[in-house]
Structures are given as C-alpha cells and as structure tokens.
C-alpha cells in the first residue's frame, strides 16, 4: 500500500486519464468517485440540469472503499463544471476530512478554470495545498480527449507532492 492516493472523478474520462497517469508516476493507490444516480450519458441532459452548479448544490456520491487515514499524500482531479469544480468532488470534499494532508489539486477543462482552485480551497481549509495544475483538453468536437497541457507540467505538478 502506498502513502498517496490519488482521488478522481470523470464524467468524460478526461480526468480518469491524468488520474492513471498520477497513479503510474507516483505508485500511488486510486479512488474513483462515483454518484449515487449516475449522471445522464446525454450531455445535454447534464448541461440543462446542472449549468448553475455552485459550491453549495450537492449530489450523493457512493460510499468509498479506502480508509482515508491511510494517506499522507492526497492527488485530488476532477473537471471543471460551469467555472467551479464539479458537484462529485464537492461533496466528497464536503463528506470526508483531509485535514493535514499535503495535496495537490487540478481541474480538467477546455480552457475555463473558472473558481475551481477557489472551491479547492473553501473545502480544505486545514489542508497542505502544494501544488494547483489548469489541465487543458482541447474544446474542438473532433479533438475533445487531446490533451493540450504538455506532459513535463503535469510531471512538474506531480513532483510538488514529494
């Protein structure tokens, strides 16, 4: 078992990329998180319900399977939802402590971070943030899963976590 674990959720699989790629260079455990009512695969769908996510709106997440207690060392990943991070991750925040923990955040998006980082921080208020990543996949329609952050900044923001 490892110190680290990295802590994702990805409606896209965007963020369930950089999070294998976290795991394999860190040699950290994964947790990936999961509503309890799946979202619509219709895209629309999400968009109509959720286009005003803010922090405070809340979803019911599955229960995790790793004792948090466990970890020194925390990789927290998700997507960007309408300028903050999205409702899965925030409720997870809000749901379990991370109190004392060194981290390191990002959020995967098309280029609009928005508050995401802000969010990160309102939700871990007595956390070691070390290191925040704008993790950039491309907005094209016919390149939406190519990633446009260059590989050696997520190995930068990775090594901020030692």
Same mark, same amino acid.
């Given at each position: ?44 769908? *999400? ?11 809340? *979803? ?44 390191? *955040? ?57």
């Amino acid at each position: 078992m490892s110190d680290t674990l990295v802590i994702y959720y990805s409606y896209t699989g965007n963020s369930r990329k950089i999070a294998k790629y976290a795991q394999e260079k860190l040699n950290a455990d994964i947790l990936e998180l999961h509503p309890k009512i799946p979202f619509s695969d219709d895209y629309d769908k *999400v968009v109509e319900e959720w286009q005003n996510n803010n922090i405070k709106r809340d *979803v019911e997440i599955e229960p995790i399977d790793k004792d948090l207690t466990n970890y020194k060392k925390i990789v927290l990943i998700t997507s960007t939802w309408w300028y903050g991070i999205n409702p899965v991750m925030t409720r997870f925040l809000k749901e379990y402590d991370l109190s004392q923990k060194d981290i390191i *955040v990002t959020a995967t998006n098309a280029g609009w971070i928005g508050h995401s980082f802000q969010d990160y921080k309102k939700l871990l208020p007595n956390s070691n943030i070390k290191g925040e990543l704008d993790t950039v996949f491309s907005f094209n329609s016919l390149e939406k899963n190519n990633i446009l952050t260059p590989l050696q900044e997520i190995d930068n923001w990775l090594k901020k976590l030692n």
